[in-house]
């Protein structure tokens, strides 16, 4: 019995083990590459990002400005 205790943390030291030696590798050969990937994917987007901003805020004037429209049309039908 005390040996099935004995084998199962084994077991779990090894997986830990195993756990960090993944985490340490990805760190190495994977993080840095993914981050420049990432970075160069959101410098070349960047074009897009802000006609998108652009829209946005164009949409934005125009509900405002129709939202004052029916401001003043509900405040010209109320007098």
């Known amino acids: 019995m005390k040996n099935d205790k004995g084998i199962s943390k ?3 030291f ?3 083990a195993i756990m960090i030696a ?3 590798y990805w760190a190495k050969y994977f993080a840095k590459p993914m981050a ?3 970075m160069g994917g959101a410098e ?3 074009p ?3 006609k998108a901003k652009q ?3 164009a ?3 125009v509900t405002k400005a129709a939202e004052e429209v029916a401001k003043k049309a509900s405040e010209g039908a109320a007098k």
């Open 48 to 50: 897009a990002i802000e």
């Open 22 to 24: 993944a985490a340490i």
């Open 55 to 57: 829209a946005s805020d």
């Open 36 to 38: 420049t990937v990432m």
């Open 14 to 16: 090894v997986i830990i």
């Open 10 to 12: 084994v077991v779990l």
């Open 44 to 46: 070349q987007a960047q």
């Open 59 to 61: 949409m934005n004037r």
